[in-house]
């Protein structure tokens, strides 16, 4: 595998711990992500993926165990720092996409540099190199209620690399495109990759997993890693 850019370590996260209605959602899992790899979680609904997930993300804190990004052991630091971390290091595509109705597909993807410290002329450039990359650029001046499902899920893509993450984390980018459009969204992230990007997908499509685009499927169940091999 490419030069580690993550490791988990032991991690676990646990919800009401030591009351009868307690659950681990992540279970002792031990993960290596690389630089420059599409690693995808699999498993069912329940599995554990989604948090796990958001726990590469830092988006969420172990309940034990270690979270190394870049060498660097994120699980403790002050929120202030972790913070600084999600922003530099990862770009987020939700499940449910998260835009802004009322306002542009630019405007949109302009959204996680507020405020503006770059600038607004250098924000739009950036948003605009975005947009066109991902085939936006006729569509820039529409607000985005009224674009078709694979429109939308590339602006959430354009908006996740805003900031120029290392790394892009999908929850079921899938959900909602039918077979032609996953397979534009896999191509996408392909060129990410090429590019030198990070890209962990958390799915039960097997469109995805079974893509010949990806490097590693990791499977879950229960809160636990099976195997991650593909």
Do not use: W
């Amino acid at each position: 595998m490419s030069r580690k850019m993550i490791s988990l370590e032991n991690v676990t996260r646990v919800y009401n711990q030591g009351r009868p209605n307690e659950v681990r959602p992540v279970n002792e899992v031990s993960l290596d992500i690389g630089h420059g790899e599409i690693l995808v979680l699999k498993g069912p609904s329940g599995s554990g993926k989604t948090s796990l997930l958001a726990l590469v993300g830092c988006m969420i804190r172990p309940t034990s165990g270690r979270i190394l990004v870049a060498e660097r052991d994120v699980a403790k630091l002050p929120e202030r720092f972790l913070t600084g971390v999600r922003r530099d290091t990862f770009g987020f595509v939700f499940q449910q996409l998260h835009l802004i109705p009322g306002i542009s597909v630019l405007e949109n993807v302009m959204l996680p540099l507020y405020p503006l410290e770059i600038g607004f002329t250098a924000a739009k450039r950036r948003a605009l190199e975005l947009t066109e990359q991902l085939g936006l650029t006729h569509r820039k001046g529409f607000k985005v209620e009224a674009l078709s499902g694979g429109e939308r899920q590339r602006v959430a893509i354009a908006r996740a690399l805003i900031n120029a993450p290392q790394a892009i984390l999908a929850d079921e980018p899938t959900a909602h495109l039918d077979a032609g459009l996953s397979g534009e969204l896999m191509q996408i992230f392909e060129t990410l990759r090429g590019q030198g990007k990070t890209v962990v997908i958390a799915t039960h499509d097997p469109l995805v997993h079974d893509s010949p685009l990806i490097d590693r499927v990791a499977t879950m169940r229960d809160g636990r890693i099976l195997d991650g091999d593909g």
